[in-house]
């Protein structure tokens, strides 16, 4: 079966658009990307995505399919083999632990963007319970799930790439108090589709944004996160 023409439309700090990328490339699926500027968008972008925001995924230049979630069901259906569970209840728990990484996504942004101390330490006690019931679910052989790849796996990973990059004593994620994540990351960091997933410049653009923010989480993360790109951390 040939395949669709697939054009992503991104920006480059977008967590939900990258799993959408680790999926496409973790199945070899030939696609062209467009980056936008989610603050000024374009009008073709705006006339065809019904939210506003990114991922948005064009197919064969007339169907549009919006949220990452989804996009990333349809590439899993349109090349096998599949990357969810055989069973029905297995692919509902993929499901809602998929639901679940995505709410954590936007507790890191929060955490990533807290305009004072309170609401820091707030968002960082929530985000340290998510994480708690992530590390109860994870495998880690090697996989979220077991021995296999799957959807979940590609959801969780821009998560723990940005814990990983963005540093401080007082960050959620401590890798010692979550030795299943750890040990899941540690293996799913390497992959070439995880790796390749976000531009080269990302820690750097990653440190501009933080830098860039008003109030009291930016700041002190973009030092944490400069202090690590000086000290040559991953």
């Known amino acids: 079966m040939s395949l669709p023409h697939l ?5 480059p700090l977008c ?15 030939p696609f062209e990307r467009t980056y936008i500027d ?3 968008p374009p009008a073709w972008f705006r006339d065809r995505s019904p939210t506003g925001k990114v991922p948005l995924l064009i197919v064969d230049e007339d169907t549009a399919l919006f949220e990452s979630a989804v996009i990333n069901e349809y590439l899993d259906e349109i090349s096998p083999p599949r990357l969810m569970p055989d069973k029905p209840l297995g692919r509902a728990q993929a499901r809602a632990w998929i639901a679940f990484a995505s709410d954590m996504i936007m507790g890191f942004h929060r955490w990533m963007t807290a305009p004072d ?6 968002a960082r006690n929530e985000a340290a319970k998510g994480l708690t019931q992530l590390e109860q679910q994870c495998r880690a052989e090697p996989f979220f799930m077991g021995s296999d790849f799957t959807l979940l796996d590609s959801t969780v990973a821009p998560l723990l790439m940005r814990y990983d990059l963005v540093r401080d004593p007082e960050s959620p994620w ?12 540690q293996h799913v960091s390497q992959l070439p589709e995880v790796r390749e997933s976000v531009p080269e410049d990302f820690r750097e653009r990653l440190g ?21 790109l000086a000290a040559g951390g991953h």
Do not use: C, M, Y
């Open 117 to 122: 101390e309170e609401t820091f330490r707030d």
């Open 15 to 29: 967590p939900f658009v990258q799993r959408s990328v680790i999926t496409l490339k973790h199945k070899s699926i």
């Open 208 to 228: 501009k944004r933080l830098s860039a923010q008003e109030g009291f989480a930016g700041p002190r993360l973009a030092g944490g996160l400069a202090a690590g």
């Open 7 to 11: 054009h992503l439309v991104s920006f």
């Open 38 to 40: 989610p603050s000024d």
């Open 174 to 185: 401590q890798p010692e108090r979550f030795p299943n994540l750890a040990r899941w990351w």
